[in-house]
Structures are given as C-alpha cells and as structure tokens.
C-alpha cells in the first residue's frame, strides 16, 4: 500500500496567514493526489484534484503542487471559513489511501 | 445536481447483521466508482473500498477484505455497504462518495452514515 504522511498535523494560525501543507507518498504517484477539506460534523469536500487542478467553485487562495512524492496545498490567506481538516488522498494504485490529516485551527 | 442520498443512522447489537444504502440521482449511476469511507469517532478518512455499478466490479482495501461486501444495483441506482457481523469497533459514520472518470478523486459525497454497535 502507498502510505501518505501529512505535516503538521495540527496547526494554528490567524485570519489573514498564509499557511502551506505537506503530503508525501511512500512511492511515486505521479500527479494522482486530491486535497478535501472537512468541517466538523461534514462531509468531506473535494478542493484539488489531479495535485493541482481548483475544483469547480472553490475559492482561488486554494492551490495546491507538487508530483511524485511530495506535494503542498496552500491557502493564500486563511479566512474565518478555512478553518477545518484538511485531507490528502492519492489515486494512484489501489487502495486508494488518505493523508492523516491536518486540523488548522483558529489562534 | 448530482446528489448521493445515504441511509439513516442505525444502532446495533455486536453480532448483528447490518446493510447500508447510498443513492446516486442527477447523473448516469452506472459509469461512474462509487467508493466507502470510513471514519472512526474523532479520526481520519480510511478508504475501504470501490464499486462500478455497471457490472459491479468491485476492489477492496486489505484492512476491509472480508470484514464488509460491497454490492450495488444499478437499477435503483443504489449501492450497499454491509456486514455479517458487526463489532463494537465497526463504530463509525461511513461515508459513500462517487469517483470522478478523469482523475479518480471523489468529487461528490453522501452525508454520512453513522452507525453504533453496542451492547
């Protein structure tokens, strides 16, 4: 299985802060990896697909890179609403595993 | 709008037998994944495995084989999530989402299941 560590996975930070997270895969994925966000008591949702592509309505301070191991997701200028759990997920090979997480939290 | 409409919260017995729905509405049902995910009171996203409702080609995680079957039925557009035997652990919300047919991420999800198991 591809095992995808995510760091930090807690962070906090103001209203206004740029903030950066990291996904690295146990093996080379190519650009197979999506960014969700998920509020307490929610449903995930899908911000970034294919490591970089916005998905339809998702706020442009939304953007994500990388390919093969090591991938970012940054949020330009976090806003009251960005704060939740952030989920990266490779599509690469079967299963189809999850990041552990990033909770970001209001300082 | 493509909506996934998953069955109501359930409360259960250790031991018992359980099937949960997800039902897919404003697209093609059958040419598009739908995949589970679990998530364990207060924890991460766990996938457990994908199902084509076309002809129910259906891949599990490791961790899920054999524990949960995954079927769908294309005609009412639903798929199932079920267990034989549930246990405490099997304590979760678990979420359906269908998968994307270009990049393979879930782009739409269901609102969650939760379900109890205990004595």
């Known amino acids: 299985d591809i095992q995808l560590t995510q760091s930090p996975s807690f962070l906090s930070a103001y209203v206004g802060d740029r903030l950066t997270i990291t996904c690295r895969a146990s093996q080379g994925i190519s650009s197979h990896l999506a960014w969700y966000q998920q509020k307490p008591g929610k449903a995930p949702k899908l911000l970034i697909y294919?490591?970089?592509t916005l998905q339809s309505e998702v706020p442009s301070r939304f953007s994500g890179s990388g390919s093969g191991t090591e991938f970012t997701l940054t949020i330009s200028s976090l806003q009251p609403e960005d704060f939740a759990t952030y989920y990266c997920q490779q599509l690469n090979s079967y299963p189809l595993t999850f990041g552990g997480g990033t909770k970001v939290e209001i300082k | 709008e493509v909506q996934l409409v998953q069955s109501g919260a359930e409360v259960k017995k250790p031991g018992e037998s359980l099937k949960i729905s997800c039902k897919g509405s404003g697209y093609s049902f059958s040419t598009n994944w739908i995949g589970w995910v679990r998530q364990m009171p207060g924890k991460g996203l766990e996938w457990m495995g994908i199902?084509?409702?076309?002809?129910?080609?259906?891949r599990y995680s490791p961790s899920f084989q054999g524990q949960v079957t995954i079927s769908a039925d294309k005609s009412i557009s639903t798929a199932y999530l079920q267990w034989s035997s549930l246990k405490a652990s099997d304590t979760a919300i678990y979420y359906c989402a269908r998968q994307s047919n270009w990049a393979y991420d879930f782009d739409y999800w269901g609102q969650g299941t939760l379900v109890t198991v205990s004595s």
């Open positions: 294919a490591a970089s």
């Open positions: 199902i084509y409702p076309g002809d129910s080609d259906t």
